[in-house]
């Protein structure tokens, strides 16, 4: 077991659910280190044009800059010892579905979370998790468990 747990966290970014979950883990002394995509939208969209230059079609100006996000997302969820997704109900996450695909394909551990709402577009992307759940909360409870063993409500545990 690891020392120290890396959870890549993936998925929408328009709440503060990356939040919730780090701040839960702290609180329970969990050893884990989190790592996530870059979070900010113009940062993300414009970073490979801002790096390498102008484009001017709109094609290559998103290729560039996914071809360099994709190297920081490869690198981390490669990394990863567990890999959470987070699907919102407000956009299409294309992006999200990608990286569970691609941690799956690893053998990473996965977690999804999403809202019941959208249970039926995601049930092949659930069926490849090892967890499913709806809240943050429930996130830190399934670290705290697969980390300590610990379980809420229980007293003998390892």
Not at 35 to 59: M, R, W
Not at 92 to 114: C, E, M, R, S, T
Request: with cysteine; charged share 20%.
């Amino acid at each position: 077991m690891p020392d120290i747990w890396s959870v890549y966290l993936s998925g929408e970014i328009h709440t503060n659910w990356r939040q919730e979950i780090a701040e839960g883990a702290a609180a329970k002394g969990l050893p884990v280190r989190f790592s996530a995509p870059v979070t900010d939208h113009p940062a993300s969209d414009d970073c490979g044009v801002t790096i390498l230059g102008a484009e001017d079609q709109k094609f290559w100006h998103d290729r560039k800059g996914a071809q360099l996000n994709a190297i920081r997302t490869s690198t981390l969820l490669k990394e990863a010892d567990i890999v959470v997704v987070r699907f919102g109900d407000k956009y299409k996450q294309w992006n999200a579905a990608f990286d569970a695909g691609y941690a799956a394909a690893l053998g990473k551990p996965l977690i999804i979370n999403h809202g019941p709402d959208i249970v039926h577009p995601l049930k092949e992307v659930d069926a490849a998790a090892l967890a499913v759940a709806e809240t943050p909360a429930q996130i830190v409870e399934i670290l705290d468990y697969v980390i300590n063993g610990r379980l809420a409500g229980y007293t003998d545990q390892a």
